[in-house]
């Protein structure tokens, strides 16, 4: 499956456009140098509720610890956010591709554990780089907006039993057409050797994913699954536009492979809070006409 990906990643990477069509929002700020350009989504969920907290996951280090209150370490409550931003580094490499770096940090913060000094529980980083060529090319109903290939570093910062960390080459395909977006997204594992903190981890990640939005007016709707994947894994994103650049936001979640942590364990969560507008959002968002 991952083989067919990548063949047809190829094919319309390196085909001609037959139907040029007007490109994205995206293709405006990408040519400004040294600008921080959305990516994955930033955004800040001041409340958060995990019905599934797993706290034996913490047992090999809480566990060594004076014993210095009687609550859990890993609560229901907390607060996540993500800042994910790219910085085109060079446009027009070769034949049309942009060189671009990205970083998304992604934290879960156990700010009402005070018997904990509220830790943050949970950190990951994931710094890319990739090459991106925009694309005006009709496929079907849709235009094929671009299409990308990078290397992705995705680690969790921890040591010992709590260490997680993972390499991957990325294919990546972005569809529109009018206010329905899609990814589509194929990865093939680095091996990490002797030393694999995650020998399973494509079992529950997948070796891909798939990512449909679709906006009406002020509203948005994001769904996300894993391609490939010995568990499901759907995450559902909700936005609506209010004044200036920020949206109403809510995240639910519900299966595996969230988080490095417990990316083997089943997860049940949903968040209320804010995020910042993307280039989906302009495309159809009234406040902006």
């Known amino acids: ?71 859990d370490y ?13 910085l085109p580094v060079r446009r027009d490499l070769f034949w049309d591709w942009d060189l671009i770096m990205g970083y998304t940090h992604h934290s879960w913060w156990q700010l009402y554990n005070a018997a904990w000094s509220k830790p943050f529980r949970e950190t990951i980083y994931q710094p890319e780089i990739f090459l991106r060529k925009l694309s005006t090319r009709k496929v079907g109903p849709f235009q094929l907006a671009g299409y990308d290939f990078s290397y992705v570093h995705e680690s969790n910062g921890q040591i010992s039993a709590l260490s997680r960390s993972w390499d991957r080459l990325v294919g990546r395909v972005f569809f529109e057409s009018g206010g329905t977006f899609l990814l589509l997204e194929g990865w093939v594992r680095i091996p990490d050797g002797k030393n694999d903190e995650n020998p399973e981890i494509l079992r529950y990640k997948g070796i891909g994913r798939i990512e449909a939005t679709q906006t009406l007016g002020k509203h948005s709707l994001k769904i996300r699954a894993p391609l490939g994947s010995s568990y499901y894994g759907v995450e559902a994103q909700y936005s609506f536009a209010t004044y200036g650049a920020y949206r109403v936001f809510v995240d639910w979640k519900s299966g595996y492979g969230y988080s490095l942590i417990e990316y083997d364990r089943s997860t049940q969560r949903i968040g209320v809070g804010l995020m910042l507008e993307s280039f989906v959002d302009e495309e159809s968002n009234p406040t902006k006409k």
Request: hydrophobic share 35%; proline share 10%.
């Open 74 to 86: 890993y609560q229901n409550e907390e607060v996540e956010f993500q800042i994910s931003f790219l």
């Open 1 to 71: 499956m991952i083989s067919i990906f990548f063949c047809f990643l190829f094919s319309v990477a390196w085909g001609e456009d037959p139907n040029p069509l007007e490109l994205s929002n995206y293709e405006k700020p990408i040519g400004s140098r040294y600008s921080l350009l959305p990516h994955r989504g930033t955004y800040v969920l001041p409340i958060t509720y995990n019905f599934t907290p797993h706290n034996d996951i913490y047992q090999p280090v809480t566990a060594s610890l004076p014993e210095a209150s009687k609550e």
